[in-house]
């Protein structure tokens, strides 16, 4: 019995391994009639160390009760639960696969099949494809140059173009004292043209207007008087610092649909602007002067050109959707419409403002254009080509994935409604609705994402994918723990993140994955590749600084004249003076050492209250301003409140 025993190197083998187990401590396994000790681990086992140990598959009981164990400290019911859900993300033992079975195929298939038919050869294939390319190319040249051609208003020449947010002043005190660095004042006019959808260009940084601070709105001060209807649009009073274009749309001027041009005229200055509502914009009152102001020339005769993005949209949409329809490899599908859609954002739809002519124009898309392509051939390698590969439902991929593209690249206008401008904590503090937005998108992606995991885990790829995520993340906290700077995440790399969960063939992820590289598309042509780790002052923008404000005393007043007294801080300050804005314009500045720190207003227009905010200055830098204290038509001094403006 020990002879035969000893002789079988199977039964060596076993007993020389179970030794081991005994003098680790483990238990002593019974044997019932067989010399070998042959056990099998449960079904579906999700430990790897059973598959390599050379007896085959280790029991869990019997692994996890050796000295050799260092999870021990772990409490049962937590191991249990862990190699359950460890076990569960593999997913089925056999994967299933997913792709889309086309309703209709032979439908959805007939535009490839008729290709197939009538030009069988591949060079004939690609002699009708440049054809086609060659095509869109001149249709939207033509379209571009005659859109881009501001055409001739008589008696003023052509029209300037200008983008949604020009003016003729600076907010603080960068018009300098007495607005002299932004004259002229008056008899001056020019000849403008403005694009289309100007109305959704808001402030994104607090504006102060008087006492009003004005923020995520429109910037339009003044108007038509209410109780003068019968006005003629030249009668139409303007701030200088109003959004000229968005004014010219609340005069009736040019359509924010198309754009158009005019021509307005300065005015000098006028006291009194009213708030009216007109074709969509609510103007903002002031009830004191402002040394610039302007109106539109009525009744002029021209042959401008309206702004023709929806005509190139519908010329671009329509060339994407017959190759979408009749093109069944990725490879030619997926680097046109990239292509097509990125030109149209940057040249059409969402135009960056940096310039307004199209030679520089175009010059700044082809240099974003690059750097997109490349990283677009990357994800096209690991998201596209697998999604796509295969692919015969050809109607399914126009509507959905192609549909969804469109909605990405035209986010200005899709996705205009959120009212969420930047991802920043100050931003959703202060935007109203913004928070609330932000919890049913991030609701939103949470039951996206739980779809895409269940069907990753059908296909056994959830560990691989739960992985990279995990580096994402990673990167993400490193990314918000630097010092000194600021995460902000940008459409494109909103994208980026994304994009590796859409590679799946089922028809949620063909939306899905043609919205987010959409977004692509329109963050990278719009902004470029802006970087993801900001400054706080590139963040702020020309938002608050929050630095030191002056402590201002109203030493004196009466009806007609009113004294402020002042201190600076103490001498190690980096300010040397203060900035004083009388209506929204530096009327006085005064450095240590030019005489008393204190000053005699006197009030310029009977009967008309002014409004005064003060700030420090180093050089000709102005600091933060205070908000406005108001000087009453009565002499009363009404103090500003605390805090910046």
């Not at 001149?138 to 881009?148: C, D, E, N, P, Y």
């Not at 002043?169 to 004292?177: E, K, P, T, V």
């Not at 940057?346 to 750097?371: C, E, K, M, N």
Request: glycine share 8%; hydrophobic share 40%; with cysteine.
């Amino acid at each position: 019995m020990d002879t035969s025993r000893n002789n079988n190197p199977e039964s060596t083998a076993g007993y020389g391994d179970l030794s081991r187990w005994e003098q680790e401590g483990g238990p002593e396994p019974s044997t019932s009639g067989s010399s070998t000790l042959q056990v099998r681990s449960r079904a579906g086992s999700t430990d790897l160390e059973d598959s390599h140990h050379p007896d085959g598959p280790i029991p869990v009981w019997l692994r996890e009760s050796s000295k050799s164990f260092h999870w021990k400290w772990v409490p049962y019911p937590v191991r249990h639960f862990a190699r359950a859900l460890i076990g569960w993300t593999k997913g089925p033992d056999r994967p299933q696969m997913q792709k889309i079975t086309p309703f209709f195929p032979y439908v959805q298939t007939a535009p490839v099949r008729l290709i197939a038919r009538y030009f069988p050869k591949p060079i004939h294939k690609a002699a009708l494809l440049v054809l086609f390319l060659f095509s869109w190319l001149l249709t939207f040249s033509l379209v571009l140059h005659h859109s881009a051609s501001a055409g001739n208003i008589k008696g003023y020449g052509k029209p300037q173009p200008i983008w949604c947010g020009a003016s003729y002043w600076s907010g603080g005190n960068s018009c300098g004292l007495n607005g002299n660095r932004c004259r002229p004042f008056d008899n001056s006019n020019l000849a403008f043209r403005c694009p289309a959808n100007c109305k959704a260009v808001h402030v994104l940084t607090p504006h102060a207007v008087g006492a009003q601070e004005i923020n995520y709105k429109p910037f339009v001060i003044g108007g038509p008087a209410e109780n003068y209807p019968s006005q003629s649009i030249s009668d139409y009073m303007y701030r200088g610092d109003s959004f000229l274009c968005q004014a010219a749309i609340h005069a009736g001027v040019v359509s924010n649909q198309r754009g158009g041009c005019g021509v307005v005229k300065l005015t000098g200055s006028h006291t009194n602007f009213t708030s009216t509502v007109r074709n969509g914009i609510q103007s903002i009152p002031f009830d004191a002067s402002f040394p610039k102001s302007f109106s539109f020339v009525s009744g002029l005769s021209s042959d401008c050109t309206k702004d023709l993005r929806w005509p190139l949209l519908a010329v671009t949409v329509i060339f994407t959707t017959i190759l979408s329809l009749c093109t069944a490899s990725p490879a030619v599908f997926f680097p046109i419409v990239f292509t097509l859609l990125f030109f149209h954002v940057g040249l059409v739809s969402d135009p960056p403002t940096t310039t307004s002519d199209y030679a520089s124009l175009s010059s700044l898309i082809i240099g974003r254009f690059l750097p997109a392509a490349f990283v677009a051939a990357v994800f096209y390698r690991y998201t596209v080509k697998p999604q796509q590969r295969d692919l015969d439902a050809y109607f399914e991929r126009t509507i959905l994935w192609l549909g969804g593209a469109w909605v990405g690249s035209l986010n200005n206008y899709t996705f205009d409604f959120i009212p969420i401008q930047r991802l920043t904590p100050s931003d959703l503090a202060a935007q109203p609705g913004a928070r609330l937005a932000l919890v049913i998108i991030v609701v939103l992606l949470i039951s996206i994402a739980l779809g895409q995991i269940y069907y990753l885990r059908l296909e056994g790829r959830l560990p691989k994918y739960l992985g990279i995520y995990a580096i994402f993340v990673t990167f993400l906290i490193v990314c918000v723990i630097v010092p000194t700077l600021n995460l902000r995440i940008h459409h494109y790399f909103l994208a980026l993140l994304l994009l590796p969960g859409t590679r799946l063939q089922t028809r949620p992820s063909l939306l899905y994955q043609g919205i987010l590289v959409g977004l692509f598309i329109n963050g990278t042509a719009r902004w470029g590749f802006d970087s993801i780790l900001q400054t706080t002052a590139a963040l702020r923008g020309d938002g608050p600084l929050h630095s030191l404000l002056p402590n201002i005393t109203a030493v004196a007043t009466t009806a007609s004249n009113i004294t402020f007294a002042w201190k600076l801080p103490r001498l190690d300050s980096a300010y040397d003076g203060i900035s004083v804005l009388v209506n929204d314009v530096e009327r006085h500045r005064w450095y240590d050492g030019e005489g008393e720190p204190q000053k005699t207003f006197y009030r310029a227009h009977d009967y008309e209250k002014e409004y005064f905010r003060f700030a420090y200055v180093s050089g000709s830098r102005a600091a933060d301003f205070t908000k406005a204290g108001v000087w009453e038509s009565t002499g009363e001094w009404r103090k500003m409140e605390t805090g910046p403006s």
